[in-house]
T-cell receptor, first 112, second 112 residues
């Protein structure tokens, strides 16, 4: 079964708006990673946030992590049509040897 | 581009046949993981190899097997193919464990 649960399952916004996706998980983690996937092809690594970190930024991306609530969020600011994709969170759980457990993903549609 | 390459990109096999998928990891990476992604789902962990040894396995039957070679490239073998094996197979490489994992573009396997 999947550890991560993304919310919402689908999100439709206009270009220029911000998009927020949430991820909840169940067990203690070493880190949490966010990925983007276009049209069922390979996953593109966006950000890794470690369990002792609370927030990370990369360009227009901002990721937060709340280990007490076992949740993370990905914020994409000033979205573009090219951001249209599926977004997945993946947890690297403690004592699992580095395997990633993925959620079902959030399908983001950015309309021009 | 991540530097992780998978071959072939697409494959059609008949039920009962055997298939071998290949993955070249990014330069300097000694860990390779394989994932199966069914349509509309998040990737599911199959197994991981670290320095040529299996380092964890997901809930997949023994007919899913793998190898990692001294140059850290890897193969995924699936015997006695079933229709439900139709999926996108993703390979990810990393330096050690608990670090960023970078994915290839995947192999789309269709079993008919």
């Amino acid at each position: 079964s999947q550890q991560g649960e993304e919310d919402p399952q689908a999100l439709s916004i206009q270009e220029g708006e911000n998009a927020t996706m949430n991820c909840s998980y169940k067990t203690s983690i070493n880190n949490l990673q966010w990925y983007r996937q276009n049209s069922g092809r390979g996953l593109v690594h966006l950000i890794l946030i470690r369990s002792n970190e609370r927030e990370k930024h990369s360009g227009r991306l901002r990721v937060t992590l709340d280990t007490s609530k076992k949740s993370s969020s990905l914020l994409i600011t000033a979205s573009r049509a090219a951001d249209t994709a599926s977004y997945f969170c993946a947890t690297d759980a403690r004592n699992q040897g580095g395997k990633l457990i993925f959620g079902q993903g959030t399908e983001l549609s950015v309309k021009p | 581009e991540t530097g992780v390459t998978q071959s072939p990109t697409h494959l059609i096999k008949t039920r009962g046949q055997q298939v071998t998928l290949r993955c070249s990891s990014q330069s300097g990476h000694n860990t390779v993981s394989w994932y199966q992604q069914a349509l509309g789902q998040g990737p599911q962990f199959i197994f991981q190899y670290y320095r040529e040894e299996e380092n964890g396995r997901g809930n997949f039957p023994p007919r899913f097997s793998g190898l990692q070679f001294p140059n850290y490239s890897s193969e995924l073998n699936v015997n006695a193919l079933e229709l439900d094996d139709s999926a996108l197979y993703l390979c990810a490489s990393a330096v050690g464990t608990n670090t960023e994992a970078f994915f290839g573009q995947g192999t789309r396997l269709t079993v008919v």
